[in-house]
């Protein structure tokens, strides 16, 4: 018996869940897919032949160069026939085919949400206010408390006063931790190689809490220096790496890469109505864990959401808070065959 033919592209090209252009040199429309015509109201028929600009208005960037790709994440563009949508925008290069270049319009559950981290950043300041307030009407009655069950310890009530003064550290270790969630105070920002500060936040884990995780790195050697804080940054790294470890805390193969990459083009807007800040230097802690909970996984970065059963909802939170601190944002994703954990981390370049 015959074996069938596999799919034609036009089959492939046409069945793609997202919107898809291909660009001609000329800056003209060659093809466009049957989700890129739902998304514009216009066949394909139409649009063949007719310059990109008289179909829809891309999203202007100061930085965009002709011969790299280009991304505007959450962008508003206009359709020419009418109407405007909103949606993430990337347009790459075609490799060997000088000139050319295709188009994605991501929108709706396709879009990977990039302005999440504006929603994040006003519910972060809600609960840094919160959380301020409750270190400070907390802290002192459990110093008290403390020193109270000290001066019980003496007449045979050792074993009921231990129990006390533990939690009460306990509850003054997670008021620590939220006063370290309410710092404020504006970060140091220097251009940084980042390759050192990546290594030392490795060795770090795998003499401590990552000892059983197999670490490796997978480097981009071009990348230029990133404008950051020493400090932030390292607490941000060694915290992804400890949320990972933990995911997989009975995995046999846990395995958590670090990666990094130039993302030519990746421009995001840090609040509506702000132009777009170009964050080209690219951090990522992968783990091939089992990912995070469905019902939280769109709130991972939001204050005291946690799919740990002992955790407090915080790590994540203060990722987030020093990220936004270092004028970045930090995103979660499942992605690769099979799936894995992907936190990646955006960041400005520093200055040469």
């Not at 001066?151 to 006063?161: F, H, I, Q, R, Y």
């Not at 002992?310 to 995103?331: F, P, W």
Request: proline share 8%; aromatic share 4%.
């Amino acid at each position: 018996m015959a074996e069938r033919a596999g799919p034609s592209f036009a089959t492939l090209f046409a069945s793609l869940p997202v919107a898809v252009m291909v660009i001609d040199p000329r800056d003209r429309i060659v093809f466009a897919n049957a989700e890129c015509e739902t998304l514009l109201n216009l066949s394909e028929r139409a649009m063949r032949g007719q310059p990109l600009a008289s179909v829809i208005t891309p999203p202007s960037e100061p930085s965009r160069r002709d011969n790299q790709g280009f991304s505007a994440f959450d962008a508003e563009i206009e359709i020419v026939r009418g109407g405007r949508v909103m949606v993430d925008y990337i347009e790459a290069r075609v490799p060997d085919h000088d000139g050319w270049r295709s188009i994605t319009l991501h929108t709706g559950a396709t879009s990977r949400r990039m302005g999440h981290s504006v929603d994040r950043a006003s519910a972060a300041r809600a609960a840094i206010g919160a959380a301020a307030m409750l270190a400070h009407e907390i802290k002192n009655p459990l110093s008290g408390i403390r020193g109270a069950a000290q001066l019980l310890a003496g007449d045979g009530n050792e074993e009921l006063t231990t129990l006390i003064t533990t939690e009460v550290d306990r509850i003054a270790a997670l008021i620590d931790r939220m006063q370290d969630f309410t710092d404020t105070r504006p970060l140091s920002l220097t251009p940084e190689n980042i390759y050192p500060l990546l290594g030392h936040a490795r060795r770090v884990a795998l003499a401590g809490f990552a000892r059983h995780v197999t670490i490796e790195e997978r480097f981009d050697p071009s990348l230029p220096p990133v404008l950051t804080d020493r400090d932030a940054i390292l607490q941000v790294v060694l915290n992804l790496i400890k949320n990972a470890t933990e995911a997989m805390r009975d995995q046999a193969d846990a395995r958590i890469t670090l990666a990094t990459a130039y993302r030519h083009g990746m421009a995001v807007s840090p609040a509506p109505g702000r132009p777009r800040q170009p964050l080209p230097i690219e951090i990522c802690v992968i783990d091939n864990g089992p990912g995070a909970p469905g019902d939280i996984a769109d709130h991972l970065f939001d204050p005291f959401v946690s799919g740990k059963p002992e955790g407090q909802g915080l790590g994540l939170a203060l990722v987030d808070k020093l990220v936004r601190d270092m004028g970045g944002i930090v995103q979660y994703a499942r992605e690769g065959s099979p799936p894995q954990s992907v936190f990646r981390i955006l960041l400005p370049r520093g200055s040469t």
